[in-house]
């Protein structure tokens, strides 16, 4: 199964909170797990990304925690701001001939003040 | 700058038509995706070319096309145009099947 499953679709939070994104997926073949941001008109970029031989990874405010057996990983926000408000998709890939990347459906995050 | 670029940034065209997006990749990068993004949509993959090779296919109705050139730019041809083709085009490349690098986009308006 090549499908990425996200939750929720849309998030509030307030300024100062923690906004947290969850991803599933099924293939146990998956082995990179990036997350990338997309702010409107823009195209997306890379935000931060896992392998799956560690189970946390931190970079600055941004948090990803990752759970091999139960196939979930997210995303951790911390002191979230409006500046974070943007689309936010995880996606999972695995080394094939063809070098696809399947991306979940995307998170509309909104950090109001 | 993600370094790939989209041409033209806006494109407006009525139904019917045709229409081409160019994408050049990151220098050195050898594959490269085109998704579609309709609005409050997510990012609906369409097709990978890798060294001028098609690769894997998404989404892509018959009345889209795309080929990469030699010097490892890439063209999706979108034909029949209707009113639902409206949509944010974006390209991306990589190096391998980590990072995309995503370009700017190009916005498709069909009236």
């Known amino acids: 199964q090549q499908q990425v499953k996200q939750s929720p679709q849309s998030l509030i939070v307030q300024k100062g909170g923690i906004s947290i994104i969850n991803c599933a997926y099924e293939n146990t073949a998956f082995d990179y797990f990036p997350w990338y941001q997309q702010f409107p008109g823009k195209g997306p970029a890379l935000l931060i990304a896992i392998r799956p031989d560690v189970s946390e990874k931190k970079e600055g405010r941004f948090t990803i925690s990752f759970n091999k057996s139960a196939k979930q990983f997210s995303l951790h926000i911390m002191d979230s701001q409006p500046g974070d408000s943007a689309t936010y998709f995880c996606a999972a890939s695995v080394k094939t001939s063809y070098d696809k990347v399947i991306f979940g459906p995307g998170t509309s995050l909104s950090v109001i003040p | 700058d993600s370094g790939v670029t989209q041409t033209p940034k806006h494109l407006i065209t009525a139904t019917g038509q045709r229409v081409t997006l160019r994408c050049s990749p990151r220098?050195?990068?050898?594959?490269v995706y085109w998704y579609q993004q309709s609005l409050d949509q997510g990012l609906q993959f369409l097709i990978q070319y890798y060294n001028g090779e098609e690769r894997a296919k998404g989404n892509i109705l018959e009345r889209f096309s795309a080929q990469q050139f030699p010097d490892l730019h890439s063209e999706l041809n979108l034909s029949s145009l209707e009113l639902g083709d409206s949509a944010l085009y974006f390209c991306?490349?990589?190096?391998?099947?980590?990072?995309?690098?995503f370009g700017p986009g190009t916005r498709l308006t069909v009236l």
């Open positions: 991306a490349s990589s190096a391998g099947y980590n990072e995309q690098f």
């Open positions: 220098s050195g990068d050898l594959s």
